[in-house]
Each structure stands twice: as structure tokens, then as C-alpha cells.
């Protein structure tokens, strides 16, 4: 089956110490967008990449980087992980046409100790 | 402004009984409108989704929604709820940006 997939499912790192999340994609979406969701919240955007353009939102942190090296991958990096950044991270695709429904990932939990 | 209202936080229902999720949004024209479910510690599922057309929708689970333009709204029903629904539910619509803006959530609860 077609889907999103994101690794590890659950991140355990030390405050500080750079921390890399994956998500995969077998759709052939053009569209890749990473969220944080913090408990009993809705999903933040922090980027999407559209094809290999990539947007950054406004109020997205330095902290937070990620790169896209083709259609299939995405990486989320936090060079250095704060307590405030412990959350769910998730990953999402889509066709890229304003209709089109978002695909997500399983989601990442970091945990930050 | 664009925005997405879920004025229930909470809502609790029996097993069996019939379930309305309210959704309002705030857009300056016809968008393009979601829900999702979102069970603990798992990614978002789609439930459903109006482009245009008949306003009453179909999704899986036995979920419908009704899409009201003069009230702005996209209510989420179900006529039986069963014990497994309960999770996370969020109404969205996609912005011109291809951005989705999510409402806060609704939680639901399902007594046996």
C-alpha cells in the first residue's frame, strides 16, 4: 500500500544533542510538509517543500531545518533540542493542488531529557 | 482573518447514541473542507473531505458531514457511535497556499 512513513517512531535525545527525524513516501507526492503537535493540540506547520522548493513558516525556530534530497524523503533536523521542542513531529504529503487532501505519517515522539 | 472553529473541546457521548462535531470556518470564499481523526500517539486519518457539489458528504467509518454556506459550517455526524471512535477529531480546510489550517480539536468520548 501506498503510504507515509516516518522513523524512528519515538526519539529519545539529551537537551542539546542534534536530533534527525525521517519520513519516507511511496505516494509520488510532490508536496512534503513537516508539523509539531503538542499534547491536546492541533498539528503546527513548521515547512513544506514543494517539489524542491522549499517554505519556511514565519515563526518556524533557526532550530528547526530540513532537506528534502528527493521526491521520496524528508529529514527533520533540531541542531539543538530544547524541553520546549519534546513533542509528536509529523509528516505529511500531497499532490500539491489546492484540493487535494494532506496524507500523514505515524508521527515521531521526541522526548528530551 | 482565516480560521477554523471547534467550539466543543470535550464532548462524551454513550455507545450507540448519535454524534454532531461542530466546525465553523472563517474564509473569504468556498474552501476546500476536512475532517480528520487522530487516535492517541498515531498520525492523522482522513475522514472525509467537500470539494464542491452535494453537500452532504460520505466518508469511512460512517461518517457524514454536511456543508452549510450560509452558516459557514461543516458539521461532522455519526448516527451510532461505537466505542473505537473515540479519539481526536480536527476540521481543516486547505488555504491558497495549500496550507491546512486546523481547528483546535474536538475529544471524544465514548461511554460504554
Known amino acids: 500500500d501506498a503510504m507515509v512513513i516516518q522513523n524512528p517512531r519515538y526519539q529519545v535525545t539529551q537537551f542539546g544533542k542534534p536530533v534527525t527525524l525521517s519520513c519516507s513516501q511511496t505516494?509520488?507526492?510532490?508536496?512534503m510538509y513537516w508539523y509539531q503537535q503538542k499534547s491536546s493540540q492541533a498539528p503546527k506547520l513548521l515547512f513544506h517543500?514543494?517539489?524542491?522548493?522549499?517554505?519556511n513558516e514565519a515563526d518556524t525556530p533557526d532550530n528547526f531545518q530540513s532537506r528534502r534530497p528527493n521526491t521520496s524523503f524528508c529529514f527533520l533536523d533540531i541542531r539543538s533540542p530544547g524541553l520546549g521542542d519534546a513533542a509528536m513531529y509529523l509528516c505529511?504529503?500531497?499532490?500539491?493542488?489546492?484540493?487535494?487532501?494532506?496524507?500523514f505519517g505515524p508521527g515521531t515522539r521526541l522526548t528530551v531529557l | 482573518a482565516q480560521s477554523v472553529t471547534q467550539p466543543d473541546i470535550h464532548i462524551t457521548v454513550s455507545e450507540g447514541a448519535s454524534l454532531e462535531l461542530r466546525c465553523n470556518y472563517s474564509?473569504?470564499?468556498?474552501?476546500?473542507l476536512f475532517w480528520y481523526v487522530q487516535s492517541p500517539g498515531q498520525g492523522l486519518q482522513l475522514l472525509l473531505k467537500?470539494?464542491?457539489?452535494?453537500?452532504l458528504v460520505q466518508g469511512i467509518k460512517g461518517f457524514e458531514a454536511e456543508f452549510k454556506r450560509s452558516q459557514s459550517s461543516f458539521n461532522l455526524r455519526k448516527p451510532s457511535v461505537h466505542w473505537s471512535d473515540a479519539a481526536e477529531y480536527f476540521c481543516?480546510?486547505?488555504?491558497?497556499?495549500?496550507?491546512?489550517?486546523f481547528g483546535s480539536g474536538t475529544r471524544l468520548l465514548v461511554r460504554p
Open positions: 505529511a504529503t500531497s499532490r500539491g493542488q489546492q484540493g487535494n487532501e494532506q496524507f
Open positions: 505516494l509520488n507526492h510532490n508536496v
Open positions: 517543500y514543494y517539489d524542491k522548493d522549499f517554505n
Open positions: 474564509y473569504g470564499a468556498t474552501p476546500y
Open positions: 467537500y470539494f464542491s457539489g452535494d453537500t
Open positions: 481543516a480546510f486547505v488555504d491558497s497556499s495549500y496550507k491546512l489550517i
